[in-house]
């Protein structure tokens, strides 16, 4: 046979390959109730059932499967592989788990001792490492404790393009005023001042912008250094105001190296009376889009000012975002509303409006930094496709969030504890990558959570692959996790067949049951002499068998289900469980269902089959205690109930001959078995109740006061 030919058959016996289903073998007694999604998951290998669900499990035991059962029947629920007989050992099931790195406590005040910034701990846990396999969660907790003290930098940067020199006072008035304000707020304050300065252009030189950003004081504890150089400055009046602000912002923010931010809380404040500009709004066409980067030069100028463009609204957020960096916006009341539209696409901004004593300012800041120090906000760096997180959080009034705002606690003090349960799940393996790093931190806090992802999405029994086994027809493939592999030009469960021996008339002959049968039964492929038998449309339906002569699904139903609900459906004849026989399992082997109120199996007057009485003749109702043909059953009785309960009627005096005794109730509705009812001259209406035991003597209930029942 040619090649090309042999690479047909070859593909066409794929594609059959590929349209069988797994053959499983149902086990009296086996229920899959869990186990449904890993059925119906079809995985043809270790990798896809673990994935499947996390109940799931795969059994790589050579031995494990029958006749005609392709591999995907290795994929079951853990308890169902072990019921069909795989061992623990062999069960593919990997966990995830959650381990701690790096769990420093959290910074306490001992003595009144201060703590340096780059040792305090306002977060714990700092690192960890999460296994996560899909569709299991796993779950950690994280503890917030605001500490004393807390640093601040505060960056003051000024637009000098004011239009007056009142401006420029207030601009003034106002810097003083917040490092005096912010020095009693902490005792690790420090300030620094930048401003955007007039440019001027050399001789033939274009320039893009007449404003660019200087950093004139980096930030320092040294107060009385920062008034005087905020003295000291001038306003530049000019006919066309700046309008270079987001290029100032940008640099202050990105040249930590020059500005000097430490990882503490963050402030910069941005005084102006004009408006801002942003990417390919206001400057000249030819320019180079912002790269987000440092460009100050010794003299701590911004020198591309006249070659970059404005960065985006987007791109500045971020920067701030990254850098943790609030801001702050100082503005006259004339441009209010725009800054407040620039607040909404800029999460960490306020806008404050200027007043001659700047008192709104001065409160919106200090507000801010309060709001930071009494307020918990949990965010999370961007996740991996497919992953999942959210949080439950404890806050210190005794309030516990779980929905929209669950990373968040208000009216926190200084001291109070928080705490996050963080519950992370990946729903499926992200593509080609088996880790993945986050982090999570308090907003407005520098302290953050490395979280490295490790994603179970291997199994180990790859690892033991064997290339050269018997199992594998000694050599013509390898076994991993219990499947053959087959080398090129092989085929068949254990490699055994060449690809130009597979349609062998002797190979066909082993799929029939006998010479007068159809091939697998006409419900299968012969694939090596052996049949693996179709798919059903139903993921519960199987067929099965050596020659795939069995199903789980044509046997006998009672009441619309399948072997009556009550057995399991094996080749064509139900398989009872212990309490059910017949052919559908439709009859109950349990008795309690034909116990009489008297405890009696069917009241003695008849057989329990089923679950239900059949009566004897003359008796009826559900456990045969009832006879409305047996009338003279009360009349017999009655003389002797008159006596024995009421010391009347006529055998009063020979009460003793009567061969029973009664018990008195005290209502009608105690009286458990058949009614009798009479009416006597002496007492009035009287009723009672009978059933005969297994030495058909009479046991008789009497309501003990004369009633008509």
Excluded at 1 to 8: R, V
Excluded at 212 to 234: E, H, M, W, Y
Excluded at 324 to 351: C, G, Q, R, T, W
Aim: charge should be negative; glycine fraction near 8%; aromatic fraction near 6%.
């Amino acid at each position: 046979m040619g090649q090309a030919s042999n690479a047909a058959q070859e593909m066409d016996l794929k594609t059959n390959l590929g349209t069988a289903i797994v053959c499983c073998w149902m086990w009296l007694g086996l229920v899959h109730s869990d186990g449904r999604v890993c059925l119906e998951a079809n995985a043809e290998s270790c990798e896809e059932c673990i994935q499947a669900g996390q109940n799931c499990g795969w059994c790589s035991q050579a031995e494990f499967l029958r006749h005609g059962v392709l591999p995907m029947a290795r994929c079951d629920d853990i308890e169902s592989l072990k019921r069909r007989g795989c061992p623990m050992e062999h069960i593919e099931n990997p966990k995830g788990s959650v381990r701690i790195i790096s769990d420093k406590n959290l910074t306490g005040v001992e003595n009144g001792k201060k703590v340096n910034s780059e040792d305090v701990s306002q977060i714990q846990t700092q690192k960890l490492i999460v296994k996560l396999r899909p569709g299991e969660p796993q779950t950690f907790s994280l503890q917030f404790q605001r500490a004393e003290d807390y640093p601040i930098d505060l960056y003051y940067l000024v637009d000098l393009s004011l239009s007056q020199q009142d401006d420029l006072e207030n601009m003034k008035r106002l810097g003083i005023e917040l490092e005096r304000k912010l020095q009693k707020t902490t005792t690790d304050f420090r300030i620094g001042l930048g401003i955007l300065q007039k440019n001027s252009c050399t001789a033939g030189e274009i320039c893009g912008s007449q404003f660019s950003f200087k950093n004139v004081l980096s930030l320092t504890s040294d107060g009385a250094r920062f008034n005087t150089l905020l003295n000291s400055q001038t306003f530049t009046a000019s006919q066309n105001s700046s309008e270079d602000g987001t290029d100032a912002i940008m640099q202050a923010v990105v040249c930590g190296d020059t500005t000097g931010w430490r990882s503490v809380t963050k402030m910069l404040v941005y005084y102006t009376n004009t408006g801002l500009h942003f990417a390919r709004d206001g400057k000249g066409s030819g320019l180079l889009p912002n790269d987000g980067k440092c460009h100050i030069d010794s003299q701590g100028v911004y020198t591309l000012n006249h070659h970059h463009d404005h960065p985006s609204i987007s791109q500045l957020a971020q920067k701030l975002a990254d850098n943790n960096i609030h801001l702050f916006f100082a503005v006259n009341e004339e441009f209010k509303d725009i800054y407040k539209m620039f607040h909404d696409s800029i999460p960490k901004s306020e806008v404050g409006i200027l007043t001659p004593n700047s008192s709104d300012v001065i409160k919106l800041i200090l507000d801010a930094y309060h709001a930071l120090s009494f307020a918990v906000i949990l965010e999370n760096s961007s996740l991996p496709e497919g992953v999942t997180m959210h949080s439950t959080v404890y806050c210190n009034n005794n309030t516990v969030h779980t929905e929209e705002d669950s990373s968040k606690c208000s009216g926190i003090h200084t001291g109070d504890k928080v705490k996050f349960d963080i519950h992370i799940t990946a729903k499926k393996c992200p593509k080609n990558e088996q880790e993945a790093t986050i982090q999570l931190k308090p907003t407005g806090f520098n302290e953050k959570v490395e979280i490295t992802l490790k994603f179970l999405c291997e199994c180990e029994c790859h690892k033991q692959e064997i290339t050269k086994r018997p199992d594998c027809n000694e050599g013509n493939g390898k076994i991993e996790c219990g499947v053959c592999k087959c080398n090129e030009g092989r085929i068949g469960r254990f490699c055994e067949c060449n690809i130009d021996e597979i349609y062998r008339e002797d190979m066909l002959a082993s799929c029939r049951k006998d010479n007068a049968s159809l091939v697998c039964s006409g419900n299968g492929d012969c694939i090596c002499g052996e049949c693996e038998c179709k798919k059903r449309e139903n993921p519960n339906e199987y067929i099965s068998g050596k020659y795939c002569e069995c199903d789980n699904f044509s046997c006998d139903r009672f009441n619309g289900l399948l072997c009556g609900g009550n057995g399991i459906c094996h080749c064509g004849k139900c398989e009872c469980l212990p309490t059910f026989t017949g052919s559908a399992c439709h009859c109950s082997i349990d008795m309690d269902s034909c116990k009489s109120p008297n405890g009696r199996i069917c009241n003695n007057k008849g057989i329990c089959e089923c679950g239900q009485c059949r009566c004897t003749e003359g008796f009826t109702g559900p456990t045969c205690e009832h006879c409305p043909t047996c009338s003279g059953v009360c009349t017999d009785l009655k003389d002797c109930v008159l006596c024995k309960a009421f010391k009347k009627g006529p055998k009063k005096e020979i009460c003793d001959q009567c061969g029973f005794e009664v018990t008195l109730v005290d209502r009608p509705d105690e009286l458990p078995q058949s009614l009798c009812r009479f009416m006597d001259p002496d007492i009035g209406n009287f009723c009672f109740s009978y059933f005969f035991n297994n030495q058909n003597v009479p046991e008789v209930h009497v309501v003990k006061i004369p009633v008509w029942c």
